[in-house]
């Protein structure tokens, strides 16, 4: 089956770093990926779609100056959150949606804990 | 009209036992509707996804009955076990690149 691909799984910094979350699509080609966040016990919150080649769209209330979005590939993405608080701490997911099924594949999320 | 209203929050079934988790939507455009199983600290895993088309869909223990009418689907699991234990997610979405729209989630408990 497809297959994403996220690392790190799990970072711990220090407040005021960057930190840069790195999602892979490894067996197929995604024409989009989106990012969400999830709190403890919550659902998947969007935060941001992106196409490769072109600039995200945010979803109302996250800061694109604060979590910057690069989607340099068919089969990368990234996200880095900068300036990183302890209100940022959370659970971070990717997701790509297959070039040609259009089936929205998950990567394993990356737990940020921020200092 | 972007919503997909799941329930229950939660559910707690004996072994063997069949839970069924309820969605419903708003948006006639939706025309897709997979279900996503989720385990602590791990990325959602898509499970079994069904279109309007059909009215119900069956993969192994896990099967979708859909009612376009009535604007809901939802998710059966025969022979529950505790490994079956996780959130499960309900999700609508259309073609294109929009983003699915998720229920917020079934935190699901198989006791032996």
């Known amino acids: 089956g497809a297959v994403v691909s996220q690392h790190p799984s799990w970072v711990i910094c220090k407040s005021g770093t960057s930190v840069k979350i790195e999602c892979r699509s490894l067996d197929f080609q995604a024409t989009t990926m989106f990012w969400y966040r999830q709190f403890p016990k919550q659902s998947l919150m969007l935060m941001a779609t992106s196409n490769e080649g072109s600039k995200a769209t945010y979803e109302q209330g996250v800061e694109k100056d604060k979590f910057l979005i690069n989607h340099a590939s068919l089969t990368l993405s990234t996200l880095t959150v900068t300036s990183a608080h302890p209100e940022d701490s959370s659970f971070y997911i990717c997701?790509?949606?297959?070039?040609?099924?259009?089936?929205?594949?998950f990567g394993a999320g990356t737990r940020l804990s921020v200092l | 009209q972007q919503q997909v209203k799941q329930s229950p929050q939660s559910l707690i079934v004996q072994k063997g036992g069949i839970p069924i988790i309820n969605c419903a939507y708003e948006n006639t455009a939706f025309d897709y509707f997979p279900w996503y199983q989720q385990f602590p600290g791990k990325g959602p895993a898509l499970l079994i996804a069904i279109r309007p088309d059909v009215s119900e869909k069956k993969e192994g223990r896990f099967t979708i009955s859909f009612n376009k009418s009535a604007k809901q689907f939802s998710l059966h699991i025969m022979d529950s076990q505790p490994g079956d234990s996780a959130t499960y997610f309900c999700a609508a979405g259309n073609s294109g690149n929009t983003p699915l729209v998720f229920g917020k989630g079934t935190r699901l408990s198989v006791i032996a």
């Open positions: 997701s790509a949606r297959h070039r040609t099924s259009g089936i929205q594949y």
